[in-house]
Each structure stands twice: as C-alpha cells, then as structure tokens.
C-alpha cells in the first residue's frame, strides 16, 4: 500500500504534463484534456489521503491541487507563443508533483516531514492559482464580454477558500480564520472589479491581484500567528512596493 502513495506523486505529475501535451497538439479538445486530467488527479489526490472526506484536510488538499491544475491548463488557452506554453507546463507539472510529494510526506512518512515545507509550497500555490483565474477572468470578460456579475461571485468564494485554506495550513482557530478569509474575499472581489475599468491587460490585472493577495496572507498570516514585527512589516511593504511599480511600470497600456 505504500508503495502505490510512494509513486502517487510521480504518476501525478505525469498525468498533468500528458493533459498539457495532449492540449498542445489537440487544442481542439483541450476542455475534453482539462476535465479528464483533473478527475484523473483528484482521484489521485483523494487516495493519497485516503479520502477523508468528513475533514477539511482533505477538501483542502484536494481543492487546491484541482483548481491549481485546471486553472493552470485554462491559462493554456490563452496563450500563443509555443514557449510560454511550455514553460507553463514543465513549472505546472513540476509544482504538482511537489506538492503531491510534500502531502504524501505529511501524511505518511511524517518523521521525513519537514517543518512549515507545506504550508510555504500552499501559500506559492494559491498565489499562482489566484493569478492564474484571475486572468481567465478578465480574459473571459475581454474576449466574451463576461459579466462582472457573473464572476465576481465565484472570485470571492475563490478568495474565501485560498485565505481559509491557508491559514488552515498555518493552525490557525477556525473562528479567526473564517473572519480573515471573509475579509480577504471582499477584499479580492473588490480589487478584481476595480482593475477590470483600467487600460491595463488582463495578465497585468491579475498580477496585481496576485501580489495583493500575497501580501495579505503574508501581513494577516504573522499577525495572527503574533509574528508580525517591525522588520517583517517594513519587508513586506518594500518588496510589494517594488513589485507593484515593476508590474504597472512594464505593463501594455491599452
């Protein structure tokens, strides 16, 4: 039996990368590929902790290696230079695998576990899932005139489950984690509505969002662990800074 979760990662991390080739010389097809490698690695996923569905562990667990897949594969579609799609499937396939390493350690070799390893590879896979839909968002509302409306919902339950999930990770009571979730959502949802009536492009938008949300996580995260210094503060603003007038001072202005 644990030699079937031993390989888990490795076969995972395979299915992905074939639902990306597949999507690369077929893209005719390529919802067909990104529904069919997603189930394929939620079931994965779900026997590598032994579907315990009753607890949040294995919601998170599950959720974030399926929104991070499809989203990932999604943010396929939009892309046209054959590089780009390469890049985003070697570094897709290769976080999956990873983080299905770091579950399986956690869950079945926890003497190896190394400490805080899931919860730092969690938090670099909400960011990118936070990148990755919103600029299917505002791709979708670019390209096919999608109403605000329609996904301003699913971002705000998007956000509730990445800020939640994350400070699950991290320990954190449930009752605060729920406060903090809820305010980060509303937060998302408002920042996603406002980049949406800028010139700017979509995978301009959705760096900023994503930036936005790493510095929440990372700000509420130390505070509520009592973490938050001074330094850490000055930290956090500084490279936010930076990289927010790195990301508006490169962007395509439309």
């Known amino acids: 039996m644990i030699l079937i979760h031993r390989i888990t990662p490795f076969v995972l991390g395979l299915i992905v990368a074939l639902g990306f080739l597949f999507s690369y010389f077929w893209p005719s097809y390529i919802l067909a590929f990104i529904a069919i ?3 394929l690695s939620a079931v994965l996923i779900g026997r590598l902790v032994n579907w315990g569905v009753k607890s949040f562990q294995f919601w998170n667990f599950i959720g974030t290696s399926i929104l991070f897949i499809s989203s990932s594969m999604g943010l396929f579609m939009f892309f046209e230079n054959s590089l780009e799609k390469i890049g ?3 570094v897709s396939s290769l976080a999956v695998f990873l983080y299905a390493e770091h579950v399986f350690t956690y869950r079945h070799t ?7 390893s899931l919860e730092h590879l969690s938090l670099v896979l909400h960011i990118m899932i936070v990148f990755f839909l919103s600029a299917i968002g505002y791709g979708l509302i670019m390209f ?8 301003g919902p699913l971002l705000f339950l998007l956000g509730l489950f990445v800020i939640y999930g994350m400070f699950w990770v991290s320990k954190v009571e449930h009752q605060r984690a729920l406060i903090y979730a809820f305010a980060g959502a509303t937060l998302l949802l408002e920042l996603f509505i406002a980049m949406a ?7 301009t938008n959705a760096a900023v969002i994503a930036l936005a949300v790493y510095l929440f996580l ?3 995260r130390a505070h509520v662990l009592e973490k938050l210094t001074k330094s850490i503060l000055i930290r956090y603003v500084a490279l936010g800074s930076a990289m927010f007038l790195a990301v508006l001072g490169t962007a395509q202005w439309i």
């Open 144 to 151: 096919l005139q999608v109403s605000l409306w329609i996904l």
């Open 218 to 220: 990372g700000l509420s």
């Open 197 to 203: 009536y800028l010139p700017t492009g979509f995978y």
């Open 110 to 116: 926890p003497a190896a576990y190394k400490t805080y």
């Open 37 to 39: 490698t997603t189930v």
């Open 88 to 90: 985003l499937a070697l």
